[in-house]
């Protein structure tokens, strides 16, 4: 697989695990696998100078998705980078004292004090933009609701549901219902509930691990955590680490702590060493996804003998065919494993694996099923991977191909038939999603069935299912009204918008940033698009884009298949004009415009597309050249350099007679 291929392909499924893990609190692969696959997209970016705009390098997680008030952090909530290795740990200690901690598989919250009262809480959601729980923060079983403090204080730790807690919540839940899988899990749901009851139910417990704002006069990050536990704040155990410590004297600090944390029944899932000295972290400087002046030692997981039974093979949206090993169920972690994935064929190669082999198993950071060792292979003697020859779904002959992995060649199992009806499931599945056309009803067991009857063959045809009718309304789990919400989804999808169609099609690069630029440079019109390509525009000239984005875009549009395909959807939908209604004696005509805050009546992107029409330029940060600051609630360090540089600041009741 090209590089760049396997960047693409890195940053999709990284975005999803994010949204898994965030959003959704269902992650579907361990803190470990993840981990993996992050420092393998890291490398390779490295390697390439390729970046994509939407990679998970770039930022330090996936955007908030709920019902809550969502706030700026002024100080951004980044995480941290991470290490198996206790060797690391030692490397930064040789630097500058620091100490070591737990670090709590919980949620991170930050929570701020004015008067010695609790004013607002967040969580970390982005690290850039979070959500507003304060109501929830209040109950939380041992946060101190007032402290013997007056002036602001601003502190970030873990929101967490201790394991003696979260066993008598899942035991209280009935046999026949769903239990929470995890800690974690419980812990994010319950800090992110509308109802405050809900979460008091659950007792909640927060462990603060830094100050952001307020106690500046005490030098250590030690000596304002002995000052917030004077305040009545609940801590954890610290070890000291320095320059005189080795790697046993490290590991037997970790397991110290590792112990105390069994002990208290804390869900813990590493170690985590920062500087001491604040001033010292704060030299230290940061990425786009972590400040550096800390790291996470991550833990390694138990494993289980069972017996692999057989090895199945799931095709992708690229054609990668993924094989899944199934074996005799075992329990870990209260939970029932029968498959895990296998990755690729080099992976089957080294670990020797054969149906009927024992092997260990185990859930990677409690979540992600892994197999760790084959057994039965005692080293020696020839071995080939018994692969399918042939596609198991479109039953074409598959093709083996190499990819630099680390310096490693990584062998890769493809069906490079282009009509595959696999890969083109994965496809109409991402067409349909909420990104792209957002037609509700259809879910990928749904397409798929569809699919196997011959209904769907082209993007298209999703939009001819009416004409099957009858035979929906018959189909085992429809009906006359799943039906009709499904030709009423259909209907609603055909009034969309360039970026939305742009995004559907899936072009390499155009996620839905590039696609909305796109749609404003030519007014939403999809013709004016297309004649643009054909007289050779060049797209690396619109701002962020570049040479890759731009060769992307000319691949997808020459090839006659895509071409007529697209011209196919353009006479099923009405696209949306985008008209730039620019106001001349509008006072945002022509002036860089700053949004901070949170507003009560405005949508945040719906209010960079309304002042963008009155012919403003919305920009992310203060600066001398800025005209205006937009200012809701919790605005922060923005306003407060706003009035530094005289810049005017515009109210959302001002905002809202302007425009």
């Not at 996470?296 to 899944?324: C, H, M």
């Not at 007014?523 to 004649?531: I, P």
Request: proline fraction near 3%.
């Amino acid at each position: 697989m090209e590089k760049t291929a396997r960047i693409k392909e890195l940053v999709e499924f990284l975005n999803r695990c994010c949204d898994e893990y965030y959003n959704k609190n269902n992650p579907s692969i361990s803190d470990a696998e993840y981990d993996a696959l992050f420092d393998e997209l890291t490398r390779l970016e490295a390697e390439t100078g390729f970046v994509l705009e939407n990679s998970p390098t770039q930022r330090p997680g996936y955007e908030v998705l709920s019902e809550l008030k969502k706030t700026e952090h002024e100080i951004p909530l980044l995480s941290l980078a991470k290490t198996k290795d206790v060797n690391d740990l030692l490397d930064m200690a040789k630097k500058n004292n620091g100490y070591l901690a737990l670090k709590l598989d919980g949620l991170t919250v930050k929570i701020t004090y004015k008067n010695g009262e609790i004013f607002m809480a967040s969580t970390r959601g982005d690290g850039a933009v979070g959500e507003v729980i304060t109501h929830n923060a209040k109950v939380f079983c041992n946060l101190p609701k007032k402290i013997n403090f007056k002036e602001e204080l601003t502190i970030s730790g873990e929101a967490f549901i201790d394991i003696a807690t979260f066993n008598r919540i899942n035991e209280s839940i009935e046999e026949n219902e769903e239990k929470y899988s995890t800690p974690r899990n419980l812990a994010s749901g319950s800090v992110r509930q509308l109802d405050s009851a809900v979460c008091a139910n659950r007792g909640v417990r927060f462990i603060p691990f830094n100050v952001l704002a307020g106690l500046g006069n005490i030098p250590l990050k030690t000596g304002r955590l002995k000052k917030l536990a004077e305040l009545g704040f609940e801590l954890i155990d610290t070890e000291f680490l320095d320059s005189t410590d080795n790697a046993d004297t490290a590991m037997l600090k970790i397991n110290k702590l590792k112990d105390s944390a069994a002990q208290k029944g804390y869900p813990i899932d590493g170690i985590v060493f920062s500087y001491d000295n604040a001033d010292f972290c704060a030299k230290q400087g940061k990425t786009s996804h972590h400040f550096k002046d800390g790291i996470a030692y991550k833990f390694g997981d138990p494993s289980f003998e069972t017996t692999l039974n057989n090895i199945d093979w799931n095709i992708s949206r690229t054609g990668q065919l993924t094989p899944v090993a199934e074996f005799d169920a075992v329990e870990i972690d209260n939970t029932i494993v029968e498959r895990a994935s296998l990755h690729n064929i080099t992976f089957i190669e080294n670990k020797r694996l054969n149906k009927g082999d024992k092997i260990l198993v185990s859930k990677r950071n409690m979540i992600i099923p892994h197999v760790e060792q084959n057994l039965s292979y005692n080293g020696g003697g020839e071995y080939t991977v018994n692969y399918p020859k042939f596609c198991p779904i479109c039953n074409q002959e598959t093709t083996v191909k190499t990819t630099e992995n680390g310096g490693n060649t990584i062998k890769v199992l493809y069906c490079e038939n282009p009509v595959c009806a696999g890969k083109k499931i994965k496809n109409y599945t991402h067409f349909v999603s909420k990104p792209a056309m957002n037609i509700d009803g259809l879910s990928e067991s749904t397409l798929e069935k569809f699919t196997k009857l011959g209904w769907i063959n082209s993007l298209s045809d999703i939009f001819s299912l009416p004409k099957y009718r009858q035979e929906i309304i018959e189909m085992e789990g429809f009906g006359e009204k799943s039906y009709n919400n499904l030709v009423a989804a259909l209907e609603k999808a055909k009034s969309t918008k360039l970026s939305n169609l742009l995004v559907a099609v899936n072009i390499g690069l155009v996620g839905k940033n590039a696609a909305k630029q796109i749609e404003t440079l030519f007014s939403g019109s999809a013709q004016e698009l297309l004649t643009a390509i054909d007289n050779n525009f060049d797209f690396s000239s619109i701002e962020g884009f570049g040479e890759t984005i731009n060769n992307e875009i000319y691949l997808w549009f020459k090839n006659p298949e895509n071409r007529n395909e697209f011209t196919k959807l353009l006479n099923i939908v009405d696209l949306e004009q985008v008209v730039q209604n620019i106001q001349e004696d509008s006072i945002f005509n022509s002036k860089t415009v700053v949004i901070t805050g949170t507003f009560q009546n405005f949508n945040r992107d719906a209010l960079t597309e309304k002042l963008q029409n009155l012919g403003a330029k919305v920009t992310g940060s203060v600066s001398k050249k800025t005209d205006y600051l937009l200012c809701g609630e919790n605005a922060g360090s923005k306003y407060t350099k706003a009035k530094e540089l005289g810049v005017r600041v515009i109210t959302e009741q001002e905002l809202e007679t302007l425009i």
